[in-house]
């Protein structure tokens, strides 16, 4: 019904992700396991690589004789539905918004600025934030936007490296608007307050 309208894309039998980096492995060791997790028909969760999302409904569907249940997600950001089974969700990384304690280590990383980014080049740094994206933990996401936050203050960013902040910022501030229930104007400020000196 209001499917039509959007892109829907499915999660059902996707492989396993390819190998993945050492900090890719470890941010999805930080990430609470979703195996045993139920989300709820209206609740917003985060999608890996694709940000905020809200659960719209949760159906059944017969795929090659098999029924499977789905999450039906339509992505706050753009518009475009998700179809996630309710099986995948670990493998999917889907997992609910972050919690008062976990938006609190967020702004203690983005007020750590005494770290050192790699020397290294462009495409290599953009293939390993891309990675931690990816992985939606809401850490993995912070240290790419913090990291390029420090790097701005050195010299002037790249199109690819403002490219880069604007998605791990975009995805940062929708999650935290929600969680701290406020609008996504005020968290952006707060945000560059802290890097503005």
């Known amino acids: 019904m209001g499917i039509s309208k959007a892109a829907v894309r499915t999660n059902a039998f996707r492989p ?3 190998k993945r980096s050492p900090f890719a492995r470890k941010a999805m060791r930080r990430v609470k396991p979703a195996q045993d997790m139920n989300f709820e028909e209206g609740q917003k969760v985060v999608y890996p690589g694709h940000g905020v999302g809200q659960i719209q409904s949760i159906e059944s569907k017969e795929i090659s004789g098999i029924s499977i249940s789905f999450y039906m997600i339509r992505i706050l950001e753009n518009d475009i539905t998700v179809m996630v089974p309710t099986n995948k969700v670990a493998n ?3 997992r609910p918004i972050a919690n008062e304690s976990e938006v ?3 702004y203690s990383m983005l007020k750590d600025k005494k770290i050192v980014v790699e020397q290294s ?3 290599r740094r953009y293939r390993e934030y891309m ?3 990816k992985t939606g933990s809401i850490y993995e996401i912070t240290e790419v936007l913090r990291d390029l936050c420090v790097l701005r203050t050195d010299k002037v960013l790249s199109f690819g490296e403002k490219k880069m902040l604007e998605l791990a910022k975009g995805l940062l501030v929708r999650e935290l608007a929600i969680a701290e229930d406020t609008d996504e104007p005020t968290v952006e400020a707060q945000i560059e307050e802290l890097f503005a000196a």
């Open 131 to 133: 990675e931690k994206i």
């Open 104 to 106: 609190s280590k967020v």
């Open 16 to 18: 396993s992700p390819v």
């Open 92 to 94: 999917v990384g889907l």
């Open 121 to 123: 080049t462009w495409n």
